[in-house]
């Protein structure tokens, strides 16, 4: 179905209840849009892009955003099942329900690359299943593996702390005692959330896109 042009006051609105993970007033602000513009609920929400330009403070992100990004898993599961369902007369193409799971914003990122970031792998589920593109890049040229791989890398360095006992040698560098054991004696490490993610993502999400693969790290 073709989609509709919002104000900028009702699409603030439509963010504001998403952000808030005010379920009752989505769902209010979804029936007066629908009933306004007689379209359904998966139209008005595929419509409600924050396209005001970057240096006016606009985002550029769709609803899909920001449940993604606060871990909000009730609230994008059903943005993204209003989405997806319906009479046929009145659902969204394959290709239009994939460009609002993967639209970008003025930084180029999909709701996929700040459910990563943030590392909630529900999220990142419920994302994939709806055809989230696991090889889209941001404007950095990072995609949402990278950013899972990135939290992962600073979950444990914030976990590592320095060993008093460690003793230095002449030159200043530490001198670490290394234990040598068999590989059953090796400690169990849990894995972060950043790594749930990756590993998730690496055995079932599939890059859709040309360009699958080749992270390259923010200069």
């Known amino acids: ?79 993204t099942t209003v989405l997806s369902t319906g009479p046929t007369e009145n659902k969204l193409t394959e290709a239009e329900l994939k460009a609002v799971v993967n639209h970008r914003n003025h930084s180029g990122n999909t709701p996929l690359h700040w459910a990563t970031l943030n590392t909630h792998l529900e999220c990142v589920k419920v994302l994939v299943g709806a055809g989230a593109d696991m090889s889209i890049k941001n404007e950095a040229g990072l995609d949402a593996v990278f950013l899972a791989e990135r939290a992962d890398w600073k979950a444990q360095e914030a976990t590592q702390t320095p060993n008093p006992n460690e003793t230095k040698d002449e030159d200043g560098d530490e001198e670490m005692e290394v ?16 790594r749930q993610v990756v590993e998730w993502l690496l055995e079932h999400g599939e890059p859709q896109g040309a360009e699958a693969g080749g992270s390259s790290e923010q200069s």
């Open 1 to 79: 179905m073709p989609l509709i042009t919002l104000t900028p006051d009702e699409v603030d609105d439509l963010i504001y209840s998403v952000r808030a993970g005010d379920s009752a007033a989505l769902e209010e602000d979804l029936n007066t849009l629908s009933q306004k513009y007689s379209a359904p609920h998966s139209v008005i929400i595929a419509s409600a892009i924050d396209s005001a330009p970057e240096e006016e403070g606009g985002s550029g992100c769709c609803l899909l955003h920001y449940p993604a990004a606060n871990g909000n898993l009730e609230i994008l599961s059903n943005l």
């Open 179 to 194: 234990e040598v054991g068999g590989e059953g004696d090796a400690p169990q490490v849990p894995l972060t959330k950043g």
